[in-house]
């Protein structure tokens, strides 16, 4: 998810050159109706997975730039509880190929908080590993308060600014860029919002290039997000697609 907010950013400072007009109806209520709080008092549990494929670049015979030989592959899933005084969540992330982290050999990571049996704290373990198994371990952080439990799954709703982890929860997002992006934004029948922004940059460009799309609930909760693009510093295609589910009290 930390991948996703930097695509945000990006995408969010790439429409600022746009000019502003007034938001219409019914966008400009839908949007103005999303409400932190308001997830918070209805999600009971959520699933996510995403997924991103790296490729090298080919340049096809009109110039433009398409997918060549898969170089790796980044996988994260993501489960949470937020009923009452029983908070709960598992990220579990694995790295292939180039999308090892840079000046790591890091191949896994999963961080689980589960409610002891016996008792009113929680425990967190956080699992890694490595190319070399040698490296790998297993570090346990337990006595963790309520609070401290809500906080650290709510985190994986609304993200962490200080970590530049994003979450699921995109309302505050959309309503930023909706000055100057509305409208590529559209509500359907189902009361999902699509945002779909052009591309940014052009598949010929030697900068990076970016299309992404956004899928979010009533709630500005996502439900799907796709990305493809290229990096001129890495010269890697890359696509991913992160689907969400729900269940609601």
Request: hydrophobic residues 30%; negative net charge; glycine residues 8%.
């Amino acid at each position: 998810m930390q991948r996703r907010f930097f695509i945000l950013a990006l995408t969010a400072v790439s429409l600022l050159s746009s000019c502003s007009s007034p938001i219409p109806e019914p966008l400009n209520s839908f949007l103005l109706s999303f409400s932190s709080s308001k997830v918070s008092g209805r999600v009971k549990s959520a699933s996510y997975t995403y997924e991103e494929r790296m490729y090298t670049k080919v340049v096809a015979a009109d110039g433009t730039f398409v997918n060549g030989e898969q170089v790796g592959v980044y996988t994260q899933k993501i489960s949470l509880d937020l009923t009452e005084d029983q908070y709960s969540y598992l990220n579990e992330q694995t790295w292939e190929g180039e999308t090892i982290p840079e000046g790591s050999d890091q191949i896994f990571d999963s961080r689980t908080l589960t409610k002891d049996k016996d008792g009113d704290k929680w425990t967190e373990v956080t699992v890694r590993k490595y190319t070399d198994a040698s490296q790998d371990t297993s570090e346990t952080k337990d006595g963790i308060l309520a609070g401290d439990a809500l906080s650290a799954t709510q985190i994986y709703l609304f993200g962490n600014t200080q970590t530049n982890l994003g979450g699921l929860y995109y309302g505050d997002f959309l309503r930023s860029v909706s000055k100057y992006g509305w409208s590529y934004m559209t509500i359907g029948s189902d009361d999902h919002l699509v945002y779909d922004p052009p591309a940014q940059g052009v598949s010929t460009d030697t900068q990076t290039y970016l299309d992404l799309k956004i899928e979010v609930n009533d709630l500005g909760l996502l439900l799907e997000r796709t990305m493809s693009g290229y990096d001129a510093e890495k010269d890697r295609m890359a696509e991913s697609q992160g689907q969400a589910t729900y269940i609601y009290f």
